[in-house]
C-alpha cells in the first residue's frame, strides 16, 4: 500500500507540474512572439522482482518477468517553436519573421538576448529598441523628420526624409538561428539567451542560410492554440483525479487492514 501511495504521490507532483505549463501558455495566448512549452515526462526506476529471461526451470525462460515501476517525473519542457500566426498592423516599426530565427538585442549588462518579438519602438536617441528599452544589434538609427521607413524582407532598412527624395540607407537587420532553438534558456520579457545545448548562434541575412523573412507592419502571434491547450487541461485534471483516486483506495485499504487485525 505504501508502493501505491508514494506512486500516485510522484503521478500527482507531474500533472500538477503539467498543468503549470499549460496555465503558463494560456496565460500568454495574446503575447507577441511566444512560444509554447510541452511536459515531458519520463517514468522512474524500476523495482526488478524477477529478471525477464531469466531461467524458470532447466530448459525454460521467464517471458516477462516481475518489474515494479515508482512512478513518474517531469524531465524537462519542450519549446515548440512553429510560427505563430501573422497579424496585420500597419505600424511601420512592427516586424515579424517568417520562418525562423531571432532578432538580436542588447540586455542592459551588454550581452546579446535573442527574440521573436518585432514589436520595435524608437529611444530618445532615435535608436530601434524593444518595449523594455534594449537596443537592437545591429544598431539601426532613424533620422528626425522621417517621412517614410520602409523595411524590407532580407531586413533592408531605408528612410525617406523631409526635403530629400532619395531613400536614405540606415542599416540591415540580421537574424540569429541555431542548430538546437529549444536549447535556449528563456529569461522572460520575450527574450532567450545561448547555452551550451543550443549551440552557438549562425547570423545570415534574412532569407538566407534557412531563415525566415521579414515582414513589415505585421507582428508574430503567440503560437498557443487555446483549444488545445484547454483539451490538454481536461486532460491533465483528469490524471490528477485518477492518482487522488489511487491515494483515496491505498488508504481505505491500510484503514480496513488495521481495524480487521
Known sequence: MNGALFVAKTGLSAQDTSLKVISNNLANVSTVGFKKDRAVF???????????????????????????????????????????????????????????????????NGDLAYTRNGQFQINSDGQLVTAEGFLLEPAITIPDEVLNLSIGLDGTVQATVAGDPNPQDLGQLELADFVNPQGLEAIGQNLFVETAASGAPQLAIPGEAGTGLLQQGTLEGSNVNAVEELVNMITTQRAYELNSRVISTADEMLSFVTQQL
Open 42 to 108: 519520463e517514468d522512474l526506476l524500476y523495482q526488478i522482482k524477477r529478471q525477464p529471461g531469466a531461467q524458470s526451470a532447466q530448459d525454460s525462460q521467464l517471458p516477462s518477468g516481475l518489474q515494479l515501476g515508482s512512478g513518474v517525473r517531469v524531465v524537462g519542457t519542450h519549446k515548440q517553436f512553429s510560427t505563430g500566426d501573422l497579424q496585420i498592423t500597419e505600424e511601420p516599426l512592427d516586424v515579424a519573421i517568417n520562418g525562423r530565427g531571432f532578432f538580436q538585442v542588447v540586455q542592459p
